[in-house]
């Protein structure tokens, strides 16, 4: 599967820029206190959801599953969050970067295809 390195890599990073994402939208959401909220909010809720729910045994994480879930549920469980990410860019008026973003999660997934298709067998 794709546990290249350099893959895993490229996917920690989308992840991290996924929750940068939620968080700067959080924050243009927001007033006062309430923007707090949102832009810290959302990237943890996102974070947690990400690292609790996953399938047994999947090799390009550590393999444990604290809620084990199909692979099915995984995969839309990264979907939204990098459809959410995206969207979230392009909502701020970062249009470009959006379509920048979306662009390398779909080269992601295309160089994962065994991964996904491991996934969808679960």
Do not use: C, K
């Amino acid at each position: 599967m794709s546990s290249h390195p350099v893959n895993l890599a490229v996917r920690f990073i989308l992840e991290l820029a996924a929750w940068g994402a939620m968080g700067y939208w959080g924050w243009t959401q927001g007033e006062g206190p309430f923007r707090f909220v949102l832009a810290i909010g959302l990237p943890v809720i996102a974070a947690v959801i990400w690292g609790t729910f996953a399938v047994p045994n999947d090799p390009s994480r550590s393999g444990r599953a604290p809620v084990p879930v199909p692979g099915l549920v995984r995969l839309a469980i990264e979907f939204a969050t990098f459809g959410f990410a995206t969207w979230a860019l392009y909502d701020t008026g970062n249009t470009t970067l959006s379509l920048i973003f979306a662009a390398i999660v779909v080269a992601h997934y295309i160089v994962s295809y065994d991964r996904v298709a491991w996934l969808v067998r679960q």
